[in-house]
């Protein structure tokens, strides 16, 4: 057997007619030689940290072969002391054992098997602790464990966890006070976080204890938390008044701080309900709490104290705080309002009366005190209500007006004095100032001797207006009602002056009488009533539009009329205003054609007043008007370009008259003895010009027109020639992008600010040397400083790598500025190309920078031209050109993994250069690997004859240039795969999902299916590998019965069918209703799972029925599983039957020496059976069984009267009285008086029934009478046997 097991080849010899025949056979041939599949158990984190000398690791070798198996610590062997092997059918089970010491210290370890039939397999455990990252620590005391009454609970939250291998203790001032709480996580990828809580014993209950808590992380790492305060403090209090509506009740609020604080209410030693209260925690771990107590206003008005007690039953202290009304108020003084009568009222009344509001909750007494003194005057009783008290006192108004003060004051023995005083008296007021106008508004609505009385800066609301005429009161008194607000005021008053004041020497004023005895008088006006009066002017004019002529007027209401030649002409536009005196001035303006103003015709403004019938006349002409108006005077001079250009230059003089005037030319105040032209005239203008050289001109300093004629003064216009004192403008150099743009590349600009002068021309420089033409200047005339930009074409002769440029201002006949330098601008093309992050979903975005002279950007990819998707150009401030361009590619072209190219090339010098991108190129090594995940063919894929599907799941950072390659037997299987798209995850990784149709011969003859993951740009594949299962366990199914309790909980029940004791894990559940499956959407099938140290899984599954639906539905839980055709059924008949309501049906059997009532059929359980002897109350002697539960879920019970003692005549009747719900059954039986025939084991006595029984009853019965005949018989043969 042994050589056997060791793979030993066995040959059988036949001979037959002398030929002979071999065959040979070995166990290597037997069994399939694929490599076995190796699980290694290593002790868990808290076995090595609790063991005290060994631990132990095992390797389980699944195979057939009876391999060797060996160990390797750290790639050393281990002593064979340490070593055991053991076998059972399937496994081969290896273990090596060493101390928790040198566990510690290892950092692998590996398990191998060997045997001649089989390649040879290992499996290795990396022991040693990764590089895990910091914990986040913290310790708090846990506030949901106080609220339960555990007052000294602390949490230790640990988050940003990395490694499971870790235990957790609490310290008091660095002493543990608890044991190693070791954590067991799961092990799923990512961060955890974990919170574990240890209780304080009470001997650490000091007020000067901090606590802390730590995290030992596998052997060597420890992450201590933050220390926390002291909470074990005395309870404190705060108690203080809410403010509360008048009408509802009052509010005291209450505040503790401490340990474990509660608050009590009490008054008069009685304890009060709280309205409310909360709880909090502070971060140093001290508790708040704080209560609100409600109480009546009337009770709190009684004054009674109020207590709030903090208490700390932990520490077994408390303090406490008072309030009451008093105290609470004993230092606020109510508000007091006094209410005094207007000023108009005291004046036209002869009694008045004021007013006292206290705002207070006492009742307290209110006196009146007029200048300090009580008052003698009538007093009403005061009024009151909850929030205030009223009292008025009346006086004459005489006396009123003498009062300076009248003070109100309360007075109450929970407050201080309380006391508002009003000053009666007229406020030592400023003078208001006090105006009176005449209205021009009203004026223009026709109301013309209209005033108005304007007063401002008043500082009291308590007077009244009047008007006078001559100091004489012409208007009623007019009261101001003026709105309470500070700071001073501003009041208008009108008054219409009637018809018989409308006299010349007539004066009007107003007076604003303030308070009793104090009034202000306005400014006086003018007279106002006066005759018009008329000022006609010439208004200067353009020589070729119309001649303008302005009419004023003033008086009490002049109007304006134009004539000329007693015709009257209509104005081209009026205006109105009004002086301080009250007079009212008028203007019109006359625009006459120029030719019929210089014919010299009279023109007449007429002034007149309708109200008082008075007029008034003035006329003006041409030569009235004109003979003291000088004319005006235009000089020309040459330009700067024309002096600077030519060797004559010549001055023009225009002279804007209509007379023949004498025009002279001066030139630096000297008459000028160049030659001058005859002088030309034409209607409006006479014109002169002045000839000289452009050497004498740049000499000048002045030149002056001067004209002359009788009929005008003397007039001249002088010219500055000579150059002003010029500031230094600002002069900038650079290249020009928008001619760039245009095609044309070597363009310079010369920017030119802050000019002064436009006398200037520009050039342009190459090291210093001009290369360009004068470009001369012409600037506007205007004040300010100018800006100017000339451009100059730089020569290709110049286009070096060593020439820059400048450009120059030359301003006046004298001064020079000199630009900044440019760089070299002529350089060599430089290209830079990026990979950018495509936002656009299918298209991979490149990005090429090129700079230089005149760079440009062309793609190419295998030899063709690329278009660009998009473009850029800008200059860098020393005038070299920087250009990008973007190339957009579909990602199913850059994924091939084909080369792009950016060419910068610059046509200007004839250079370029290149620089190519491709997937590869950028693509990182670690997004070449990958994790390789592989599932078998769902379980309803298993009976068919054609195909399974095989799954492989890929999982990494970025899966998109991932291919799949899929081996069936070691063989690449290529058609028949499916492969989608990746999808991403929230945290960070995709996963690629790939279907294979495997042939169901190949996977049940346990062929190994492996899935390959390669990117494209790597030469390295990860495999992943699964094949058919060998070993199968069927599951077991029950469907568990619900008690009466849950039937009858509501309507709904839910039905558990529990599947255990099956492997592999692959399995199909779900539910019938009468032979037809229900939709999954009515329950649901909980994950696998598998016991600790079991080989076979368990699940669950959960369905909801309704007792308002069901119809005494079957529900069967049905599961398919691999290792049965067919599937595993468990089954439960009318659910809610035994908690349906159900009649029972009764029958009486009678015995020789017991009558049974048998009841049947019923539901629910709850029934109750007596006996009665014609109908009377006494006990008999009987015994009910328990209900029993039948198949479909009705109930039966039997009662069994025992006639041994029971006085049972003939002619009596036993009565079986059953009481079920609202049913009642009486079931009578007759003793007769003959029973010599009777034949109690095979014929009834008839029983009378009051009641209909169905055939389920009848046989029930009959079942039941066939039992207590077997055990009648059983009893008689049992006692004849005894006997003997």
């Not at 140093?284 to 007690?309: H, M, N, Y």
């Not at 008053?493 to 004066?507: E, G, I, L, N």
Request: aromatic share 8%.
């Amino acid at each position: 057997m042994t050589e056997w097991e060791a793979g030993s080849a066995f040959i059988c010899k036949a001979t037959h007619n002398n030929n002979d025949f071999t065959k040979m056979i070995s166990i290597c041939q037997i069994y399939t030689c694929t490599p076995p599949s190796i699980h290694i158990e290593i002790p868990s984190f808290m076995t090595v940290m609790m063991a005290t000398s060994n631990v132990m690791a095992t390797c389980s070798v699944h195979t057939v072969f009876n391999a060797k198996v060996t160990w390797q610590m750290d790639g050393r062997l281990p002593p064979s002391n340490k070593v055991r092997q053991i076998r059972n059918e399937t496994h081969l089970i290896g273990t090596l054992t060493v101390s928790s010491r040198e566990w510690k210290q290892l950092r692998l370890i590996k398990c191998k098997a060997e045997h001649r039939c089989l390649s040879s397999a290992e499996k290795s455990i990396h022991l040693s602790e990764p590089a895990a990252t910091a914990p986040s620590v913290e310790i708090r005391r846990s506030l949901p464990e106080l609220l339960k009454g555990n007052s000294a609970v602390l949490e230790c939250d640990v988050t940003q966890l990395s490694s499971s291998d870790l235990y957790i203790t609490f310290q008091a001032d660095s002493d543990n006070i608890s044991k190693e709480l070791y954590v067991d996580l799961p092990e799923t990828p990512g961060l955890h976080s974990i919170t574990r809580r240890v209780t304080i014993p009470s001997n650490y209950w000091t007020n000067d204890t901090s606590f802390t808590c730590t995290v030992n992380q596998g052997f060597t790492r420890k992450f201590t938390s933050n220390s926390t305060g002291s909470f074990f403090v005395d309870p404190s209090v705060e108690l203080l008044l809410v403010p509360s509506d008048v009408s509802g009740p009052q509010r005291l609020l209450c505040s503790g701080w401490g340990f474990n604080p509660q608050i009590k209410w009490f008054s008069e030693s009685t304890q009060r309900p709280s309205s409310s209260s909360d709880i909090s925690m502070d971060a140093d771990g001290r508790v708040a709490v704080t209560s609100e107590l409600k109480i009546p206003q009337k009770e709190w008005k009684t004054g009674k104290v109020f207590i709030c007690e903090v208490s700390d039953k932990s520490l077994n202290k408390q303090v406490r705080q008072n309030i009451s009304l008093c105290s609470a108020c004993s230092s606020i003084p109510p508000s007091i309002t006094v209410e005094i009568p207007s000023f108009k009222t005291v004046m036209s009344t002869s009694q008045v009366q004021a007013t006292c509001l206290v705002r207070t909750a006492f009742d307290a007494k209110v006196t009146w005190l007029m200048d300090g003194r009580v008052s003698p005057s009538k007093t009403d009783r005061p009024d009151s209500n909850t929030t205030h008290i009223f009292s008025n006192v009346s006086v004459s108004s005489s006396q009123w007006k003498q009062l300076k003060h009248i003070t109100c004051r309360a007075e109450h023995a929970c407050f201080s004095l309380a006391e508002k005083t009003i000053s009666v008296a007229e406020p030592a007021a400023t003078a208001p100032s006090v105006e009176i106008r005449r209205s021009l508004p009203e004026l223009l609505k026709g109301n013309s001797a209209v005033l108005e009385c304007d007063v401002t800066q008043l500082s009291s609301s308590d007077l009244y207006v009047t008007f006078q005429a001559n100091s004489v009161d012409i208007s009623e008194k007019q009261y101001v009602d003026l709105h309470e607000a500070s700071g001073v005021h501003s009041i208008t008053r009108r008054f219409t002056v009637p018809q018989t004041h409308w006299k010349k020497d007539t004066r009007f004023t107003c007076t604003v009488n303030q308070g009793f005895s104090t009034n202000f008088v306005s400014n006086s006006t003018g007279n106002i009533f006066v005759d018009p009066s008329v000022e006609l002017l010439l208004v200067p004019s353009d020589v070729s539009g119309l001649q303008r002529l302005l009419c004023s007027g003033w008086g009490f209401n002049p109007q304006i009329k134009w004539f000329s030649e007693s015709t009257q002409r209509p104005s081209s536009s009026s205006d109105i205003s009004m002086d301080a005196d009250g007079r009212v001035a008028v203007t019109s303006e006359l625009k006459i054609p120029q030719k019929e103003w210089k014919t010299g015709k009279v023109f007449i403004c007429e002034v007149s007043d309708k109200s008082l019938n008075k007029q008034v006349r003035q006329n003006i002409s041409v030569c009235s008007a004109c003979s003291s108006i000088p004319p005006s005077i235009t000089v020309e001079i040459p330009s700067f370009k024309t002096v600077m250009s030519t060797s004559q230059v010549q001055a023009t003089c225009l002279v804007l008259t209509a007379f023949d005037a004498k025009v002279t030319w001066l030139m630096d105040g000297r008459v000028s003895p160049s030659k001058t032209d005859r002088p030309d005239s034409n209607t409006t203008h006479i014109f002169s010009n002045v000839s000289v050289s452009s050497s004498q001109w740049k000499q000048l300093k002045h030149i002056t027109c001067r004209a002359e004629h009788a009929c005008f003064s003397l007039a001249e216009k002088t010219i500055s020639v000579a150059e002003p004192a010029a500031t230094a403008p600002s002069v900038e150099i650079r290249r020009s992008l928008p001619e760039l743009l245009k095609g044309n590349s070597a363009v310079l600009e010369c920017d030119v600010t802050q000019l002064s002068s436009s006398d200037l021309y520009v050039t342009f420089q190459a090291n210093s040397v001009d290369i360009s033409e004068k470009q001369y200047v012409d600037l506007h005339e205007a004040s300010g400083v100018h800006s100017i930009t000339k451009r100059f074409t730089v020569p290709q002769t110049h286009w070096k790598k060593d020439t820059r440029f400048t450009c120059t201002v030359n301003q006046g006949f004298s001064t020079n500025f000199v630009s900044n330098s440019t760089g070299n601008i002529f350089v060599d093309p430089s290209v830079e190309l990026l990979l950018v992050p495509s936002d656009v979903p299918g298209l991979q975005r490149l990005l090429c920078s090129g700079w230089g002279f005149n760079p440009q950007i062309k793609w190419f990819s295998e030899s063709t031209q690329r278009p660009s998707s998009s473009s850029d150009i800008s200059m860098d401030a020393d005038g070299r050109v920087a250009v990008t361009s973007e190339l957009k590619i579909p990602q199913k072209e850059w994924k091939t993994g084909k080369v792009f190219i950016c060419e910068v090339s610059d046509k200007s010098l004839n250079k370029q250069v290149r620089q190519n991108i491709s997937l590869c190129s950028v693509t990182p090594a670690s997004s070449q690997i990958v994790s390789v995940y592989v599932e078998g063919p769902p379980l309803h894929q298993l009976q068919n004859e054609g195909q399974v599907t095989v799954t492989c799941l890929l999982v990494g950072p970025s899966l998109n240039d991932f291919s799949i390659t899929w081996k069936v037997g070691g063989k690449e299987y290529s058609p028949g795969f499916h492969t989608g798209p990746p999808v991403s995850h929230s945290n960070g990784t995709e996963t690629l999902r790939s279907s294979l149709n495997v042939s169901a011969e190949d996977w049940h003859a346990y062929k190994q299916v492996s899935c390959e993951g390669k990117h494209q740009c790597s030469s390295q594949g990860f495999e992943g590998h699964i094949s058919k299962s060998r070993d199968l366990y069927p599951p077991t199914v029950k469907i568990m019965q619900p008690t009466a309790s849950e039937l009858s909980a509501s309507d709904v029940l839910t039905l558990t069918c529990l599947v255990s004791g099956f492997f592999p894990s692959n399995v199909i559940v779900y539910w019938e209703e009468n032979g037809q499956t229900l939709p999954s959407t009515h329950y649901t099938n909980s994950p696998a799972w598998k016991y600790t140290g079991g080989s076979t899984y368990s699940m669950s599954s959960r369905l909801n029925t309704s007792k308002s639906e069901d119809t005494e539905s079957t529900y069967t839980c049905v599961v398919k599983h691999e290792s049965s055709p067919t599937p595993f059924e468990s089954t439960i008949e009318d659910v809610f039957a035994e908690v349906t309501y159900s009649k029972p049906s009764a029958t009486l059997l009678q015995g020789s020496r017991e009558i049974v009532c048998l009841v049947s059929g019923f539901s629910p359980a709850r029934i109750n059976i007596t006996w009665l002897l014609d109908d009377s109350q006494d006990q008999l002697d009987y015994n009910t069984s328990e209900p029993h539960r039948g198949p479909k879920g009705k109930f039966s019970v039997q009662s069994h009267l025992s006639l041994t003692g029971v006085n049972w005549l003939p002619g009596s009747v036993l009565i079986c009285r059953v009481t079920h719900a609202n049913t009642t059954l009486s079931l009578n039986i007759t003793k007769t008086d003959n029973l010599e025939h009777c034949d109690f084991f095979d014929d009834n006595t008839e029983a009378v029934v009051n009641q209909d029984m169905d055939v389920e009853s009848w046989y029930m019965a009959f079942t039941f009478l066939l039992f207590f005949l077997i055990a009648t018989i059983y009893g008689v043969i049992a006692t004849i046997i005894k006997t003997k």
